[in-house]
């Protein structure tokens, strides 16, 4: 009778850390795809079918199969996240990870020509993050790019949050998966105990 209540309270452990794993597997990845394609790419706004306002590219397809390949390889890439041995049922196995790397350097590749094209029709378009382009050498003028302003603190400070943020999530998972597979390494063993009585 205690085998089974702990074979039940495992289980109920271990399929309540699969439900929070593959949530913010889920979260992650759309997030990041939804990034890329919308903020990196400027490309998915529904008043221009989707897409950017102007196009570098010949075709409209190029950008719908690059769309569609991002989101694909954005939730290939998060699964190799999961910490090995994790008792997770949707781990990516060993035999693929060097795959998996080689497609995220696909990925990452392809990433940058969107990336260039948009930041060069933002460019093209008059919007300039800044208006003097610093030069090597001294001209003797005072120009406003010599001026310090100190706002880069606040982004820091940003950075740090966020990442503590995710560190703490990480650390979590990992400690629940560790306990939910030493709790399924106990049930098995009590299990296997009361078949050898």
């Not at 703490?168 to 063993?189: G, P």
């Amino acid at each position: 009778q205690d085998v089974e209540n702990l074979i039940m309270a495992t289980s109920r452990h271990s399929n309540l850390f699969q439900i929070f794993w593959m949530g913010l597997f889920i979260a992650s990845s759309l997030y990041s795809f939804w990034w890329d394609v919308y903020m990196d790419w400027g490309l998915g706004r529904r008043e221009d079918g989707f897409l950017g306002p102007r196009l570098m590219f010949p075709r409209r397809s190029y950008y719908f199969m690059v769309i569609s390949a991002d989101l694909v390889l954005r939730f290939m890439w998060v699964l190799t996240l999961i910490p090995p041995q994790s008792g997770a049922q949707f781990e990516l196995p060993a035999y693929l990870s060097a795959i998996s790397m080689t497609v995220e350097l696909f990925r990452r590749t392809i990433w940058s020509f969107f990336r260039l094209e948009h930041e060069h029709r933002q460019n093209t378009e008059g919007f300039r993050r800044v208006n003097v382009v610093p030069l090597h050498f001294n001209t003797g003028h005072k120009h406003k790019y010599n001026e310090r302003h100190w706002v880069g603190w606040k982004v820091l400070v940003e950075i740090v949050i966020v990442t503590s943020i995710v560190i703490a999530i990480s650390a979590f998972s990992v400690i629940a998966a560790q306990r939910a597979t030493h709790e399924v390494q106990l049930a098995h063993e009590a299990m296997s105990k009361a078949d050898y009585l």
